[in-house]
Antibody, heavy 118, light 107 residues
Framework: QVQLQQSGAELMKPGASVKISCKATGYTFSNYWIEWVKQRPGHGLEWIGEILPGDIITNYNEKFKGKATFTADTSSNTAYMQLSSLTSEDSAVYYC???????????WGQGTLVTVSA | SIVMTQTPKFLLVSAGDRVTITCKASQSVSNDVAWYQQKPGQSPKLLIYFASNRYTGVPDRFTGSGYGTDFTFTISTVQAEDLAVYFCQQDYTSPRTFGGGTKLEIK
């Protein structure tokens, strides 16, 4: 069955970068877009962007251009999101997710909590 | 970006009640709207896709409808286990955007 397993919680200093991973199992990793979503209390859910691992095609929400960078390693079926120049506004839970084919995000990772604090 | 305006923000209901949540898109999104349930401490769970299609394994008390800019999500008979936050999302165009969420509490 499709599973997305994310890396663990991170405590980061302001100005640092962090790289979150999302390991996919149960399907052909190259063929499906991986979505990245941010969730902060009081701010709901925000779509950061997506990557198609096989072709390394990326689409970013304009709001997160320069903040987030997506990569993927098809040999390990793992997608990554790097967040740079961290501030307190980046403290959030980050999810990776995948559609079945189209129409809503059917599969979600368990979330990675990133805390930015001096 | 398309804004998804979701109402109400909060609902306090009794088990057995009927619940309706609405989402209004700032421009047409065809039928490309999904609804999610997020229970405390969990990831969101897809309930409805393409406005009215129930995802695999979702109980039939959850339904969705709408097209264009106006969408409705209904729980026909609320159960205690439905305590959660519900979100709508347009998947029609980038950037994908979510409604602000509706927190459902059970008396």
């Amino acid at each position: 069955q499709v599973q997305l397993q994310q890396s663990g919680a991170e405590l980061m200093k302001p100005g640092a970068s962090v790289k979150i991973s999302c390991k996919a199992t149960g399907y052909t990793f190259s063929n499906y877009w991986i979505e990245w979503v941010k969730q902060r209390p009081g701010h709901g859910l925000e779509w950061i962007g997506e990557i198609l691992p096989g072709d390394i095609i990326t689409n970013y929400n304009e709001k997160f251009k320069g903040k987030a960078t997506f990569t993927a390693d098809t040999s390990s079926n793992t997608a990554y999101m790097q967040l740079s120049s961290l501030t307190s506004e980046d403290s959030a839970v980050y999810y990776c997710a995948r559609r079945v084919i189209k129409g809503g995000f059917a599969y979600w990772g368990q979330g990675t909590l990133v805390t930015v604090s001096a | 970006s398309i804004v998804m305006t979701q109402t109400p923000k909060f609902l306090l209901v009794s088990a057995g009640d009927r619940v309706t949540i609405t989402c209004k898109a700032s421009q047409s999104v065809s039928n490309d709207v999904a609804w999610y349930q997020q229970k405390p401490g969990q990831s969101p769970k897809l309930l409805i896709y393409f406005a009215s299609n129930r995802y695999t394994g979702v109980p039939d008390r959850f339904t969705g409808s709408g097209y264009g800019t106006d969408f409705t999500f209904t729980i026909s008979t609320v159960q205690a286990e439905d305590l959660a936050v519900y979100f709508c999302q347009q998947d029609y165009t980038s950037p994908r955007t979510f409604g602000g969420g509706t927190k459902l509490e059970i008396k």
